[in-house]
T-cell receptor, first 113, second 112 residues
Framework: KAGVTQTPRYLIKTRGQQVTLSCSPI?????VSWYQQTPGQGLQFLFE???????NKGNFPGRFSGRQFSNSRSEMNVSTLELGDSALYLC????????????FGEGSWLTVV | QKEVEQNSGPLSVPEGAIASLNCTYS??????FFWYRQYSGKSPELIMS????GDKEDGRFTAQLNKASQYVSLLIRDSQPSDSATYLC????????????FGQGTTLQVKP
């Protein structure tokens, strides 16, 4: 069974640009969530999508957005990139029920210069 | 008070010893608890999940949960150098089934 797949794995962007990251969850999983990991802040929850609807949202500015498609694949977008957005962005999937185990993809390393 | 707290370490143990990693959480209603291992430059890998008070064993790993004390721990028996990594405690919020709240992680060093 394939795991969580994220693309691209590495990317470099310039301040002010926007970026779109993609995630394919484990087959059969309906929940996809996104996390940002930085050395200073650790792992922080961005948002979660379940059956194409945003079910939960973390405390990030509106520049961070996402969506989920009918096949459960998800994308997240960051607009007007700032240097502080440089981070590892992790996608995670789960079946979506209470207490379900959450599995992470390998992540997308974003560097903003 | 942080929602999930861990000692950042590093925790250093000799090869073959037991490593004990601890975590406390603030949301008394939390029901689901996880330990993830993260190697440098890699994504978190699930090691253990625990939902009920008591111990849960899987190979060399034992997770312990005490909801009354709001405390979760992970024991690693017969520690190996390959266990050297950052261990992340994570809790699912009682009000938010899809959101993991992570501690800052404990760095474990197993010395040969």
């Amino acid at each position: 069974k394939a795991g969580v797949t994220q693309t691209p794995r590495y990317l470099i962007k310039t301040r002010g640009q926007q970026v779109t990251l993609s995630c394919s969850p484990i087959s059969g999983h309906r929940s996809v969530s996104w996390y940002q990991q930085t050395p200073g802040q650790g792992l922080q929850f961005l948002f979660e999508y379940f059956s194409e609807t945003q079910r939960n949202k973390g405390n990030f500015p509106g520049r961070f957005s996402g969506r989920q498609f009918s096949n459960s694949r998800s994308e997240m977008n960051v607009s007007t990139l700032e240097l502080g957005d440089s981070a590892l962005y992790l996608c995670a999937s789960s079946p979506g029920g209470p207490g379900n185990t959450i599995y992470f993809g390998e992540g997308s390393w974003l560097t903003v210069v | 008070q942080k929602e999930v707290e861990q000692n950042s370490g590093p925790l250093s143990v000799p090869e073959g010893a037991i490593a004990s990693l601890n975590c406390t959480y603030s949301d008394r209603g939390s029901q689901s608890f996880f330990w993830y291992r993260q190697y440098s430059g890699k994504s978190p890998e699930l090691i253990m999940s625990i939902y009920s008070n008591g111990d849960k064993e899987d190979g060399r790993f034992t997770a312990q949960l005490n909801k009354a004390s709001q405390y979760v721990s992970l024991l690693i028996r017969d520690s190996q150098p390959s266990d050297s990594a950052t261990y992340l405690c994570a809790v699912i919020s009682s009000s938010n089934t899809g959101k993991l709240i992570f501690g800052q992680g404990t760095t474990l060093q197993v010395k040969p």
